[in-house]
């Protein structure tokens, strides 16, 4: 899963090559560099908005996922299989 750091850097990210885009082509429609950019503008931030709903909605559906089954809990009195208590031979027993 994506932090949310991430996801909103994607979505600022990919809004500020769509506002270049549709700056160029509110002027090349308009003529006018101002409404083109008011229109990009508003493009921009509506298009921010939808894509963060998107990705919010998505990141809840579990559909397609697969589940990562949690590692059982260590054990403490006995010490782990990796590092089993000082004085005791393989698995943690008593020499």
Do not use: C, H
Not at 22 to 45: C, D, E, K, P, Q
Not at 59 to 70: E, F, H, L, S, T
Request: proline share 6%; hydrophobic share 50%; no cysteine.
């Amino acid at each position: 899963m994506a932090s949310g750091v991430r996801m909103i850097v994607k979505a600022v990210i990919w809004q500020l090559m769509g506002l270049a885009t549709m700056v160029a082509v509110g002027f090349l429609v308009t003529g006018s560099l101002r409404i083109g950019g008011t229109l990009a503008l508003a493009n921009a931030l509506i298009g921010l908005a939808s894509y963060l709903l998107y990705e919010w909605l998505w990141d809840r559906i579990p559909w397609g996922r697969q589940q990562v089954k949690a590692a059982p809990p260590a054990r403490r009195a006995g010490g782990s299989p990796a590092f089993p208590r000082a004085g005791t031979g393989p698995g943690g027993y008593r020499r």
